[in-house]
């Protein structure tokens, strides 16, 4: 089962997809969080990316591709939750190469759409663990201990490229490049489905869940 969540910054895609992952036992491949694992690295494909991000622009695509190969040659034999990839046509159509030569296809494309009032409100209250990589989110699920991880109890961060004009940049530069990616899995013929995203976490899940469960199913 190979799905790929889609949707704007703040969307709940990493939320979601670490849920689903859970669920159905599959690895969620976050291009992001390869990115931003490279950046506190501090390696030079880190120091190549962290430009791009800190502006809020895309990272260029060969340099995702190599990370995405990568990744498909050590994991993922089951399926993968591409969570933030593809996000321009060049990468769609070299995911679409890279899974016909293992011998599989996109299985559903899940979209998550939240009006952008609340993607900003949303990023501005996202607070992340460095280290266990928790999500939390000031406004919507704060932490018991403000400032503090519930899991791990390390101090929570905000991400570098969450302050307001990256987050507008990065809204505007999904609109650009990647939205029309909708359009072209709508030509492919692959099965691509709108998900009420502004809905409390555990009802999206569930929708998510059930629409991954039940394949003829086109109910929000
Ligand atoms: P990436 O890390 O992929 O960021 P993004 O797509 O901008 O998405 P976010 O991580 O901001 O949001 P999300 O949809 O995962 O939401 P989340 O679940 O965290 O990419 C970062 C950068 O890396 C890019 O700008 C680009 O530079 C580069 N990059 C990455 N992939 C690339 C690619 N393929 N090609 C080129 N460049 C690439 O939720 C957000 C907050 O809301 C959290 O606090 C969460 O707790 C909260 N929340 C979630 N769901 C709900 C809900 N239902 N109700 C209330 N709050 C909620």
């Given at each position: 089962m190979d799905i790929i969540l889609f949707g704007p910054p703040g969307a709940g895609k990493g939320t979601q997809g670490t849920l689903l992952a859970e669920r159905f036992r599959l690895p969620?491949?976050?291009?992001?969080?390869?990115?931003?694992?490279?950046?506190?690295?501090?390696?030079?494909?880190?120091?190549?990316?962290?430009?791009y991000m800190d502006a809020g622009e895309l990272v260029p695509d060969e340099v995702i591709l190599g990370l995405v190969r990568e990744y498909l040659q050590t994991e993922?034999?089951?399926?993968?939750?591409f969570d933030g990839f593809p996000r321009t046509q060049a990468q769609a159509r070299a995911l679409d190469q890279l899974l016909e030569e293992l011998g599989r296809r996109i299985g559903a494309v899940?979209?998550?759409?939240?009006?952008d009032e609340n993607l900003v409100r949303r990023i501005a209250g996202r607070r992340s663990c460095p280290g266990c990589g928790a999500v939390f989110?000031?406004?919507?699920?704060p932490p018991t201990v403000q400032g503090k991880?519930?899991?791990?109890?390390?101090?929570?961060?905000?991400?570098?490229?969450?302050?307001?004009?990256?987050?507008?940049?990065?809204?505007?530069?999904?609109?650009?490049?990647?939205?029309?990616?909708i359009e072209y899995y709508e030509r492919a013929g692959t099965r691509?489905?709108?998900?009420?995203?502004?809905?409390?976490?555990?009802?999206?899940?569930?929708?998510?869940?059930?629409?991954l469960s039940a394949p003829a199913a086109g109910a929000q």
């Open positions: 969620r491949l976050s291009t992001g969080d390869l990115l931003r694992e490279a950046v506190r690295q501090g390696t030079s494909l880190g120091l190549e990316a962290r430009r993922g034999d089951e399926g993968v939750i899940l979209v998550l759409e939240v009006p989110n000031v406004h919507f699920d991880c519930d899991r791990c109890g390390a101090a929570l961060v905000g991400r570098a490229d969450d302050d307001e004009a990256t987050v507008r940049r990065r809204l505007a530069v999904y609109r650009a490049q990647t939205a029309p990616l691509l489905e709108r998900v009420a995203g502004e809905r409390p976490v555990d009802q999206v899940q569930h929708s998510l869940v059930e629409l």
